[in-house]
T-cell receptor, first 112, second 116 residues
Framework: AQSVTQPDIHITVSEGASLELRCNYSYGATPYLFWYVQSPGQGLQLLLKYFSGDTLVQGIKGFEAEFKRSQSSFNLRKPSVHWSDAAEYFCAVGGDTDKLIFGTGTRLQVFP | EPEVTQTPSHQVTQMGQEVILRCVPISNHLYFYWYRQILGQKVEFLVSFYNNEISEKSEIFDDQFSVERPDGSNFTLKIRSTKLEDSAMYFC??????????????FGDGTRLSIL
């Protein structure tokens, strides 16, 4: 079955600390992978995407993610978190159909 | 930067009534999508639309739902005879190629639908 798992429902970090949000996927075809961010009351903003090639992809706002096929993972990282990064983060997979399959999201809280 | 716009931001409707959610996709995009997110749950795909017809739909998208591109700019989702369980955030998205290509979907801010 096609699915996305984000094992961490809620993560709290201090401002300036590093961040890694986990994402594992199960997909029968070659996956296209995405991270979206949702601030309160806002829509889903695309942070970054992986289609092929270099397995380390750079996105907006200083985020990066690494595709590891052997682990079926696409973890999101940021070396130094800012208070404005507090939001909900969604990993999604697509590729051989029109639909994106989303994970349940990880809520990030940032303390000063 | 061009964006997907959705109206209204919040819609309150009595159970059994019809509701139309409106979206203006990014102007040069050809593929359109609706998703929904019930409070506390995952974002779920409803339907995709290309060349004036449904391209793909989920099992959620039953006869109660319909989509339309009534003119060159709007894309609408109609829910007939709404039920309490239709209460959710509904997101519209668009892309300039299908999701089988390497083009991402761009999302609007959503319409929160509350059924009383």
């Amino acid at each position: 079955a096609q699915s996305v798992t984000q094992p961490d429902i809620h993560i709290t970090v201090s401002e300036g600390a590093s961040l890694e949000l986990r994402c594992n996927y199960s997909y029968g075809a070659t996956p296209y992978l995405f991270w979206y961010v949702q601030s309160p009351g806002q829509g889903l903003q695309l942070l970054l995407k992986y289609f092929s090639g270099d397995t380390l992809v750079q996105g907006i706002k200083g985020f990066e993610a690494e595709f590891k096929r052997s682990q079926s993972s696409f973890n999101l990282r940021k070396p130094s978190v800012h208070w404005s990064d507090a939001a909900e983060y969604f990993c999604a997979v697509g590729g051989d159909t029109d639909k994106l399959i989303f994970g349940t999201g990880t809520r990030l809280q940032v303390f000063p | 930067e061009p964006e997907v716009t959705q109206t209204p931001s919040h819609q309150v409707t009595q159970m059994g009534q019809e509701v139309i959610l409106r979206c203006v996709p990014i102007s040069n995009h050809l593929y359109f999508y609706w998703y929904r997110q019930i409070l506390g749950q995952k974002v779920e795909f409803l339907v995709s639309f290309y060349n004036n017809e449904i391209s793909e739909k989920s099992e959620i998208f039953d006869d109660q739902f319909s989509v339309e591109r009534p003119d060159g700019s709007n894309f609408t989702l109609k829910i007939r005879s709404t039920k309490l369980e239709d209460s959710a955030m509904y997101f519209c998205a668009s892309s300039n190629q299908g999701s089988r290509s390497n083009q991402p979907q761009h999302f609007g801010d959503g319409t929160r639908l509350s059924i009383l």
